[in-house]
């Protein structure tokens, strides 16, 4: 009496899962049961009901199945798309990295010390059990609006371990649905923001006067079994793709060309996937971390640059240093303007050893701290056009003047808007392609903080930093040309971004800040 009528295709070549199903009556829906301990993929569904099978699907009814490789992804732009973030969109189903990223990011690191010393128990317990563990440790006495990881740090991680196969699938939906074990806070502005995803179902926590109490609302639809509601939207599935774990270690990456949004701007200080073994290894490394970032700070401090360059490079500071065929932008006379895009706080320093000589900087916001124990001479701009131009304009009469007219700092190879006053304030100039590389902190940051952001750079095992002076620029035309001062800064801003590689955006130091830290960067 039974007869086959759906099926389970699997999404990638090689993978081969039995599908079987049943028709009860001659006008309930087909029903699609699939066997085996697979991930779901990707769920098509007849009417725009979201839902998600468990990890572990149901027993089959029947004896009759068949299986076929490859779904059918022509058709998919008329129907709605339902995915299982963990289990069939990200390369791997761990989420332990995400949950240590919120424990350091937003508790520190005290919390992700603790976080790691109960890997070993979460390990043994269940996936449910694990969750709420993690949520607890990580989450626990957070205040929801100042809660910014989800949207400033973890897009970046979650984007990395993207597989370009799954990607490929949801992307053609026409309406597209994520499902996540993870908390709605964790990966509605990953989904939503930069895979285009319409509706995310996560896991919703619990608040008490504004604060997180590290536990979770007990009301989830399809997580761990299947209960009735689960069941009942069972009944409207149209096609059931799945996965296994080895088939999505084969998967690829999805290149960051192919980002639906380009990931412009991230926050954060960990450099690195925080899975287990890295993270001990960062706790292992602070000790000697500290010193070494120490002792580096004071030969920058103390010693000429004849001395501290190749002192630290002995440390484990790698440097390069590129020059252009006109030797003049690196001799000048004392009164030369520089340009540079802003990759740290360190930007002036690199300079002026590769120069040999002190040199003025422009400073944004840059905490008093950082001004207090800069080797360098640092000016804080107003933001006001008129006082700013004046007072470049008299620095760069008094001697050799940095200028990064981008603002801000930007870590992914991207250029901001560049200033126009960077072409009004004198008659040549000299830009300067500056690219940094750092394996386990970040040396910049938007938080409260900033004070600490050479320290952490310096921190790094082995930072590297790249100097390149281009060829003098006049200000006054492009290829013999008269222009204004718009199209000059939009012409060095090229000019910098093609000897980079980096693309140029016409973004701000505002649009950054609104979005990683909720402000416009005033300290």
């Known amino acids: 009496m039974y007869r086959l009528v759906g099926f389970v295709r699997a999404c990638l070549r090689g993978l081969d ?100 010393l109960l890997h070993p128990l979460i390990s043994c317990l269940g996936h449910e059990v694990g969750i709420r563990i993690m949520v607890m ?86 997580f761990g079994h299947v209960d009735l509601a689960h069941h009942q939207l069972f009944t409207h599935c149209k096609e059931v793709c799945l996965v296994g774990e080895a088939e999505k270690r084969r998967w690829h990456p999805l290149p960051s060309s192919q980002y639906p949004k380009p990931l412009v701007f991230h926050d954060g200080r960990i450099a690195f996937t925080p899975d287990a073994i890295s993270t001990l290894c960062m706790f292992l490394w602070f000790p000697l971390g500290f010193a070494l970032a120490f002792a580096r700070a004071l030969v920058f401090l103390c010693l000429p640059y004849a001395l501290c360059v190749p002192l630290l490079a002995f440390l484990g500071m790698h440097s390069r240093l590129i020059t252009s065929d006109d030797k003049e932008e690196r001799r000048g006379d004392g009164s030369q303007l520089y340009i540079c895009n802003h990759r740290t706080l360190l930007d002036g320093l690199y300079i002026s050893a590769a120069l040999g000589r002190h040199l003025t900087a422009t400073t944004y916001s840059v905490s008093r701290i950082s001004e207090w124990f800069s080797p360098i001479r640092t000016v804080r701009l107003t933001r006001n056009r008129e006082e700013d131009a004046a007072r470049m304009k008299k620095l760069v009469q008094e001697g050799d003047l940095l200028v990064c007219p981008e603002g801000t700092t930007c870590r992914e190879p991207y250029l901001l808007r560049f200033s126009q006053l960077v072409a009004e304030i004198s008659r040549e100039v000299v830009p300067v392609a500056l690219e940094s590389w750092v394996s386990m902190f970040y040396g910049t940051s938007t938080g409260k903080l900033k004070f600490l952001d050479p320290l952490y750079f310096l921190m790094n095992p082995f930072p590297c930093y790249e100097v390149e002076f281009m060829a003098r620029v006049a200000t006054g035309a492009i290829g013999g040309k008269e222009c204004s001062s718009y199209e000059m800064a939009n012409h060095l801003q090229a000019e910098i971004g093609t000897r980079l590689g980096f693309q140029c955006t016409s973004l701000t130091r505002k649009d950054k800040y609104l979005l990683l830290a909720g402000n416009e960067g005033t300290i």
């Not at 699938?169 to 939503?192: A, D, N, W």
């Not at 995310?200 to 504004?210: F, P, S």
């Open 17 to 116: 899962v039995s599908c079987r199903c049943r028709r009860t009556d001659a006008s309930s829906p087909e029903r699609v049961v699939a066997t085996g301990p697979t991930s779901v993929f990707l769920l098509p569904l007849e009417h725009p009901w979201p839902f998600v099978l468990p990890r572990r699907p149901s027993a089959c009814h029947t004896n009759h199945g068949r299986s076929q490789r490859h779904p059918s992804l022509e058709d998919l732009a008329s129907q709605t798309v339902v995915c299982d973030v963990e289990g069939a969109l990200l390369r791997t189903s761990s989420t332990f990295p995400y949950f240590m990223l919120v424990a350091l990011e937003a508790g520190g690191f005290l919390r992700g010390l603790l976080l790691l």
């Open 137 to 222: 440790v990580c989450f626990f006495g957070l205040r929801k609006e100042d809660f910014r990881v989800g949207r400033a740090a973890l897009p970046k991680f979650f984007l990395e371990q993207v597989g370009l196969e799954g990607f490929e699938v949801l992307r053609r939906g026409g309406r597209r649905v994520c499902v996540s074990s993870m908390p709605t806070v964790m990966v509605e502005g990953f989904l939503k923001e930069y895979l285009d995803v319409e509706v995310v179902l996560g896991r919703e926590l619990k608040l008490l006067g504004g604060y997180y109490t590290g536990l979770m609302e007990d009301r989830v639809i399809g």
